[in-house]
């Protein structure tokens, strides 16, 4: 339980965090903008194509992939507390670094979530979608949900090499958005690429959120849904690894500077 | 004497972003004088307003009233003939580039200060010659100690040849080697004929580097005086301290006619301050006369004068 | 002058050091096979130049934004805006010289494209006019430089110098017509997008890698030109408008 109450004050530093940078209305004109302003660049693709499918496929897409894009941003977020002097304090604290980082990160997932949902809504109607989209918010959350481990496991290596945090996880983001069938299905790529899209997050996650738009809730929605949930785990579980060994090496090696 | 900083009715005032209470004023009033030649410190608790005076100064803010003139140009009208005049140092690790090397931050700034191109292939190295860091010129200044930093610093604030060099609390975070040998630059410094307007909250530093210092408390100038003066104005008469002081002879002190004062510290030392002629001299021979060897004199320091001024606020990090 | 010459040096100095600033030209392969496998999947591989050319202009674009927008934040955390306050040499010139300077580096871009496009996909793209390629690629890059110049002297005064930087990336690169075109987008869009000189960009660029013939050169080199150097006048007087504003509220020292 212990590990749970950190993870909970941490999830307060977070929210916090983040309202010091965000104001409403700096949320709604800054940041959302441009994701919105994304979804459509892409979903606008089916114009040059001269294909209305292409506009709803891509649209899917991109509105499932900024779940994702938030919960890998924990990469970058935990670089930036490198570089607040506060790693040497939390290794040195008794817990593993891990429930810090999940907790302060965690808003993001909420973030996400509503985000996708919200671009969504505005624009399912002008893009053509027809038909119900009440298991959107839980689909995207299971979207979020399976990319927080990889997003950890980068967050780990962007702690040895936090100046270069924010490549990795543009690296990381903008592969899974070339290959996972946010745009095209991965079908069209060769098998080994095909092969690697299935073990990262988003592929099936998103697999799962094209079935429930288009049918509803089914097994086969199910499916992917427990695909994308267990790659995440996975991805969590070598998050988790990894911090360790960090927080091992780095008390080995003098890496963790208490003067940066 | 030619006066090359002058200030008259100097005002700041800062608008806090969301507060509802009115501004916050930061300097009140400020008149001030410094002189060629001169190195003047500035002296007061963190708050006082000494940051804000030395970025009015080098004109990096504009006063809310008053009048400020560095070598007899405005500072709010005239600008650039200020900036390429003067130099200024900031204490601590900002204002440097930490991933290029000691030699590009001061080629950098030596072309932002218009220094020829010529003048710079020997003023540059000579600079690092000075402060000690020839042999680390073309490392990153990522790599440098703290007290490397500082010296680079000063060595930026001098790349453009300023008549009047502004210090910012320079010395900051220093170890007392590296503060040493930063105050040794600064009488350098100052012996090739320029100006020197430091900003300190150490009272050793002033007292050992200044010719006047100016103590500043909430935005207005207390006192400006040669910190052996500032002393004077406690205290004319000088100390005598002694080590372990028996409590009778303390006891008879406290009695004695001429002594204002006996304070026992932590450290063992107690202090007897006389207030009148002649009563130091015979502190002593008593002192003596008791077989008594752990004892010393003195006057009252800038740091008496700083605590005995600012009160409770003492020194504040 | 010397300035200017000077910041530029120092800037690509400090580039080179910086691997943050980098991070835009590690996207273009990634963004490069995105655009190649939607017109692979469609059979048209007469959009080829708009698939290489969109994740060029992206990260032209993006290099600008983040970059070139972080010029002068980055002087502001590091606590060497105040230094160049006092200096003698304007701001509103070293600032946008130090852009420049990363923005040359966005040029990377272009082989990095056509070098994803090779090794992926095979394919290798037959330029028309290289010339006029290459002399519009540089006005965009010069058009783009002053937009970030702008973008970051804005930064100066707001603690939320990433929303903006946020709300300046994909809408512009939609209205830009960086890969549909702006004339396929709704008409009430278009006129809009004609006011963002990245649109005008777009085009020539497409046109001089696909077209046999491309229509009204001089025209629009000329209003890509005046545009591109407008944003660089405007980013000069702002800075200098920033900077007095900022001496009078005392913004640097307490942002």
Redesign the interface.
Known sequence: MSALRVTAHAAVVGFEDTRA???LM??L???M???T??V??FA??G???G?ND?ILFAFIGNVAAMPALHGMAVGPDTAWERGLGTLPLLVAAPRSMLPVFAGRSSFYIAQGVGEGTLIFALLAPFLGFEGLWWWLPPALLIVSLGSYGLGLFLAACAIRRP??G??IF??AF??I???GGV???TS??PGWVQTLAEFLPLHHGLLGVREVLATGPSWEALQQFGLELTIGLAWFLIALVAFRTFAESGRKDGTIDLVE | MTTVVETEGLRREFRARRSKSGPVVALDAIDLTIEKGEIHGLLGPNGAGKTTLVKILTTILIPTAGRARVLGFDVVDQVDEVRRRIGLVFGGDRGLYTRLTARQNLDYWAALYDVPAAVADTRVPALLERVGLSERADDRVEEFSRGMKQRLHLARGLVGDPQVLFLDEPTVGLDPMASLRFRELVGEIRAEGKTVFLTTHDMAEAEAVCDRVSLIDRGKIIATERPSVLGRWINRFEWVEVHDLPADLGERFRAMSGVASVETRPDGWSRVQPDADGVAHAVLEIVVGAGITSVRTGSPSLEDVYLHVMGGRGMEL | MRAALAAFRMQMSLVFRTPNFWMVQFITPAQTILFLSVIDAFGRPDLLAHAIIAPTLITIWYTAVWTGGSVVRNDRWNGALELHAAAPAPYGVVVPARVAAVMSMALLAVPLALGTAALTYGVDIDIQHPWLLLVVLVLVVIGTTGFAAILTSMTILSRAAGTIQNSASYPFLLLGGVFVPLALLPAWIRPLGRLVFLSWGSDLVRDAVAEPVVEGVPARLAVLTALGLAGFVVAHRLIRIVMRRVRVTGEITTA
């Open positions: 940078q965000y104001t700096s949320w004109f800054g940041w903008v441009r994701a302003a994304q459509l660049f606008a693709m114009l040059l194509l294909s292409l100046r270069i924010n490549i543009n690296l903008w592969g958005v070339a290959i745009n095209v299905p069209v790529f």
